[in-house]
């Protein structure tokens, strides 16, 4: 794998080692697979995360920048207002779980 870093004058490639990190949990297993009792593994939080941002994008609430994408008629939310809203979605889709 190959990684930018910048340095003063201009940015400059590094190798770096192809090894995954992860640590192990119990078994030698990797502590990403070991699932918590009680809750879906951590991928299923991530897509779920996603969807639900994408899902309150589609029903119309989003921050000014998406607003002015779509047109100067377009309704828009604070970002703390979008935050919330999308709070707010992610907590009824958990309760879902």
Known sequence: MI????????????ETDERPNRS????????????VRGQPPS???LATLEKVCVD????????KDLALLI???Q????????????????EAEMAKW
């Open 75 to 90: 309704k828009w939310l604070s970002t703390t207002g979008f935050l919330e809203k999308v709070a707010s979605n992610l």
């Open 3 to 14: 990684r930018l870093t910048s340095g003063k004058s201009a940015a400059r490639r590094t």
């Open 24 to 35: 192990s949990g119990r078994n030698g297993e990797d502590a990403e697979a070991v699932p």
């Open 56 to 63: 309150t994008v589609e029903s119309g609430f989003m921050t």
């Open 43 to 45: 991928c299923c939080g």
């Open 71 to 73: 047109g100067p008629d």
